[in-house]
């Protein structure tokens, strides 16, 4: 690690999509420390699914932690669709980019992994250590561990939302999808359709609250075993709830119609974030309706240029 | 990405019709040359066109090499066996390696069938994939309801993401990709190796090598006479000197000898993957092994393989601790009349040698798992009639196989 003593270098591969972004904001904003280098990479800057890119990608930038958000990601629907390729270009990212981090000989990477990755069948809620208690995920760092002593860890974040988010009705997740939705109907008078039946439960994590703890991790969390980062259960809200929020947020008039001959999805993923308050009893999460907020004001403010 | 091309199953079948192309990866292993030989002695089909591959042909960790084989070969049907694969101390130091290894073969093989149009591809998975924490008999459906054994994760998960990627291939553009599940499989051309093959070859080896080397007797026990490249000691078993401390055993099993598994013959294994290229059409994994009822102890497998290379005395177990001994002390009488052929000693005479002292089992090595007990109900569904060589046979064979071919085996 590099003069003075301590100093950093940290690379957030994924830097331009929502997690990224807004820990790109929250550093920008002050939580930076002297001596962390930040460095934020993209697909414009080396396609991950390459070996051989990453590789020079990681031997230019020389970092000493990683922060691994860069995935091939999608909403319900797509994943439906694809899932050969969701799982090949993953598996392939993946392994590109620990590797690279360990060949380069980075002390710490830290993973991002979702609580769509849990047990479909299991009891609620879900802890750090059910997650290979189903169907298995694509990642194995534990290896890196059990081999060579790295400390390459992931955190699950449940539902993510925020500014810089794909807000494709398609393709994106369910808030930032029901966002663009309620702006449609609004600007065209058109009427407000959410796909499924409004009842599957979510827990949602605004992107900026995330993006804290993210960095949290990385200077502070060692263990191997990957840590949930979310609201509690008791902040659990229903689709229906969730629309609801957006509706308020943007000042919608019409109504709301579900179209339940959609899929619903997982019903229920409820994750436990005991862990996360083991460590940090004190953590404030931003207020939901005050997150949606924050986020519809985004989207109108910036739709010529937001990913849809 | 490709989007909602069907590539699978456009391979050309030749002339005349419905003739195949198999290619089989890791066609050089344990598996591959059981294959190849029980095709040989005829279990072929005529329209078959059978070609076997090993690492000499192309490096499958490199997707490069895979592609450009696949586009060599064309084949219709893939067989896909080759691995990175160990014993169990093997495993538990490189796990990293194993799981990195054997997930780019796989990828790079099932891909590379994809894009050729293989009309189908059966994979080799293991018993040892499944969760370690489970109710027994463990059937297919069970593949991924909990981690599986700390020892060989690595192994264990690369061989799961096969059938998860054989679901992907099929949920996305509807090939028939599967996969088999043997338990312990054994035979002729295993690896031999003693540190990291798997269980019964390594006995094989170490039954040949106690044997051979006839030795085990420490210097300046009383009776001791010279031969053999050793110093052994003729007489009965009762007036056998005692051993002064510290270990006189020819041969020693790791563990206590207590873990249970199901061998597999691998030229039983070979004529089942055959049946399952040819018949076999569900994506969900099919166990092949022999039923529950024939489980066996590593102990019983030690007996079996002793027995087979001409101690008839088998392994007992001693209640008599003797001092200085590490682990269970078991002794070995060889009958009169027995070992013909062991250096150094006629036929007919009456002696102990190195394994005389007996076989003990180091309890400070590592078990393993302690059970895997797979259900083969669904093969039975199949198959009832499927007939199984008998496991001493099995064993008999093979160590006649590895000592005829024992310069040339991998050890």
Same mark, same amino acid.
């Given at each position: 690690m590099?003069e003075?003593q301590g100093?950093?270098r940290i ?9 990224g972004?807004?820990?790109q ?12 280098d ?6 414009k800057d080396?396609?991950?699914t &390459?070996a051989?890119?990453?590789?020079? @990608?990681f031997? *230019? %930038?020389r970092?000493?932690?990683v922060i691994?958000? =860069?995935?091939m #990601? ?12 969701f ?10 980019v620990?590797?690279?981090a360990?060949?380069?000989?980075a002390h710490k ?5 979702s609580?769509?990755v849990?047990?479909d069948k299991?009891?609620?809620p879900?802890?750090e250590t059910?997650i ?9 760092f534990?290896a890196?561990?059990q081999q060579h002593g790295?400390?390459?860890?992931a955190?699950?974040p449940?539902?993510v939302?925020g500014?810089?988010?794909?807000f494709n009705i398609e &393709?994106?997740?369910?808030l930032p999808g @029901?966002?663009h *939705? %309620?702006?449609l109907a609004?600007s065209?008078?058109? =009427?407000?359709? #959410?796909?499924?039946t409004g ?9 900026l ?7 949290w ?6 263990e191997?075993e ?5 609201v ?5 809200v229903?689709?229906k709830?969730?629309a609801?929020a957006v509706?308020?947020a943007?000042?919608?008039?019409g109504g709301?119609t579900?179209?339940t ?7 229920k993923?409820?994750?436990s974030n ?15 309706k005050q997150?949606v907020?924050e986020t ?5 403010d910036?739709?010529e240029?937001?990913?849809? | 990405?490709?989007m909602?091309?069907?590539a699978c ?8 019709q419905?003739?195949k192309?198999?290619l ?5 292993g344990?598996?591959?040359r059981?294959?190849?030989k029980?095709v040989a ?6 329209g ?5 591959v090993s690492?000499?042909d ?7 090499q ?7 070969v064309r084949p219709?049907h ?7 694969v160990?014993g169990l101390f093997?495993?538990i130091?490189?796990?990293?390696d194993f799981?990195r290894e054997n997930?780019?073969i796989?990828d ?7 894009e050729?149009?293989a009309?189908?591809v ?5 018993t040892c ?9 463990i059937d297919e459906?069970m593949?991924?309801?909990g981690?599986p054994?700390?020892s060989?994760?690595g192994y264990a998960y690369a061989k799961?993401?096969?059938?998860v990627?054989?679901?992907a ?6 090939c028939t ?6 338990t ?7 690896n031999?190796n003693?540190?990291?093959?798997h269980v019964?070859?390594g006995l094989?080896?170490?039954v040949?090598?106690?044997?051979s ?5 420490p210097d300046g026990v009383p009776?001791a ?9 003729h007489?009965t078993?009762?007036t056998r000197p005692?051993l002064p401390g510290?270990s006189?055993?020819a041969?020693?099993?790791w563990?206590?000898?207590?873990p249970?598994r ?5 030229l ?13 059409n569900?994506?969900?994994?099919i166990i092949?092994?022999?039923?529950e009822e024939d489980?066996?102890s590593i102990?019983e497998?030690?007996?079996?393989v002793?027995?087979a ?5 088998g392994i007992?177990?001693?209640s008599v601790p003797?001092?200085g001994?590490?682990?269970?002390v ?5 009958l009169p009349?027995a070992?013909g052929?062991?250096a150094g ?13 007996g ?7 590592s ?15 199949y198959?009832p009639d499927?007939r199984?060589t008998p496991f001493?046979q099995?064993v008999?064979?093979?160590?006649t196989?590895f000592?005829?071919n024992?310069?040339?085996a991998?050890?």
């Open positions: 590099g003075p100093s950093k690379l957030v591969t994924g830097g331009s999509g929502l997690v972004r807004a820990i904001k929250v550093v920008a904003d002050g939580a930076g420390l002297p001596g962390e930040w460095v934020f990479v993209s697909s080396a396609d991950l &390459d051989a890119q990453t590789q020079a @990608l031997q *230019k %930038v970092p000493t932690h691994h958000l =860069a995935a #990601v999608g909403g319900l629907f797509r994943n439906i669709k694809y899932n050969l390729d799982w090949r270009e993953n598996v392939h990212i993946n392994d590109n620990l590797h690279a360990f060949e380069v000989g990477v830290v993973s991002c992994l609580t769509c849990f047990p299991t009891t609620y879900i802890d059910m290979h208690n189903g169907p298995p995920h694509s990642s194995n534990g890196y561990f790295c400390t390459f860890t955190v699950i449940t539902n939302f500014p810089h988010d794909n &393709d994106g997740h369910v @029901l966002i *939705k %309620v702006h609004k065209s008078g058109s =009427a407000l359709t #959410v796909w499924g009842k599957p439960r979510r827990q949602f994590i605004y992107s609250d995330l993006a804290q703890l993210f960095i991790v990385l200077r502070e969390y060692n191997v990957p840590i949930i980062l979310s509690g259960e008791e902040d659990e229903s689709i709830e969730a609801e509706v308020e943007m000042g919608f008039q709301i579900f179209d001959t959609k899929s619903d999805g997982q019903f993923k409820t994750a005991s862990k996360l308050r083991a460590y940090l009893p004190d953590f404030r999460f931003t207020p939901f997150a907020k519809c004001t985004w989207f109108a910036n739709y240029q937001a990913r849809k | 990405m490709k909602g091309s069907t199953g456009t391979a050309k079948m030749g002339e005349p419905g003739s192309r198999i089989v990866t890791g066609g050089s344990l598996v591959g059981a294959i190849q029980v002695d005829g279990a072929g089909l005529p078959e066109d059978w070609v076997f690492s000499k192309a490096d499958l960790t490199d997707a490069a895979t592609q450009a084989l696949f586009q060599k219709t893939v067989i896909h066996l080759a691995a990175m160990g093997r495993n130091k490189y796990n990293l799981w997930v780019h796989n790079n093989v099932l891909h590379a069938a994809f050729v149009g009309h189908k059966v994979s080799c998975l293991s994939v499944f969760p370690d924490k489970t109710t027994y008999p459906t593949i991924h309801n981690p054994h700390s060989n994760f799961r993401m096969i059938d990627q054989n679901r291939y099929f949920q996305q553009h509807g990709f599967t996969a088999v599940i043997p312990n499989v054994f035979g002729p051309h295993d031999f003693i540190e990291d093959g019964l070859p094989i080896h170490k040949h090598l106690a044997k080397e006839c030795r085990g007797l009776g006479q010279r031969g053999g490249g050793g110093s052994c000691w007489g078993p009762d005692a510290g006189g055993s041969l020693t099993v563990g206590t000898g207590k249970r199901q061998f597999i013959y691998s039983d294994l070979a004529q089942l993957f055959i049946w399952v290229l040819r018949e076999y569900e994506v969900e994994p092949l092994s022999v039923g489980e066996v102990k497998a030690a007996e079996a002793v027995e290379m001409g101690f008839q005395g007992t177990v001693s003797v001092a001994l590490v682990g269970t078991a002794s070995l009488t060889v009349g070992g052929g062991l000693h006629g036929a007919g005479r009456s002696f102990s040698c190195g394994l005389d002292y076989a003990q089992f180091d309890t400070t090595k078990d393993g798992q302690f059970k895997k007990t797979a259900s083969n109900s669904k093969l039975r569904a198959l499927f199984f001493k099995a008999k064979e093979t160590c196989w000592a005829d024992y310069e040339q991998r050890k």
